[in-house]
């Protein structure tokens, strides 16, 4: 009989079983029991492991990597190799502009790069930072 995951031990009951149906045909009752364990082992990590966006300077270093782009490649979205530079180590913040060009010419969540995050020390403060009250 199924039923919720509700402790650490029905989470290891449900990977152990899991492992044991992993080789389950589709559309057969072990290969019906295997879907429905999984989505029961994924709703309880959610809840209990749920894992934070990432830090927009972070997801952009990423985005980079992944698809084999140079930091000379932002600059039609953030501007000059300086503004590059000063964006990605964090001592100049994203600008509204910056984030709708790295979205519309990147596909960058936009939703990701408008999370506040911390600039270094040395940073100059921009008129508007998302993790700084106005009129401070």
Do not use: C
């Not at 199924?2 to 492992?19: G, M, N, P, Q, V």
């Not at 149906?21 to 492991?49: C, H, I, M, W």
């Amino acid at each position: 009989m199924l039923r919720a995951i509700k402790s650490e031990a029905d989470y290891e009951r449900a990977l152990t079983e899991i492992e044991v149906l992993f080789e389950s045909q589709p559309n057969t009752p072990q290969g019906d029991r295997l879907e429905t364990l999984t989505t029961l082992v994924e709703a309880y990590e959610q809840k209990r492991y749920p894992i934070s966006p990432p830090d927009p300077i972070e997801a952009l270093l990423y985005h980079l990597e992944s698809r084999g782009l140079t930091r000379q490649d932002l600059e039609p979205y953030l501007g000059s190799q300086a503004r590059v530079e000063e964006v990605l180590t964090r001592r100049r913040a994203l600008t509204i502009g910056m984030i709708r060009r790295l979205h519309d010419g990147l596909g960058l969540p936009a939703e990701i790069l408008i999370r506040p995050y911390k600039l270094s020390r040395s940073a100059a403060q921009p008129a508007f930072a998302p993790d700084r009250p106005q009129g401070l």
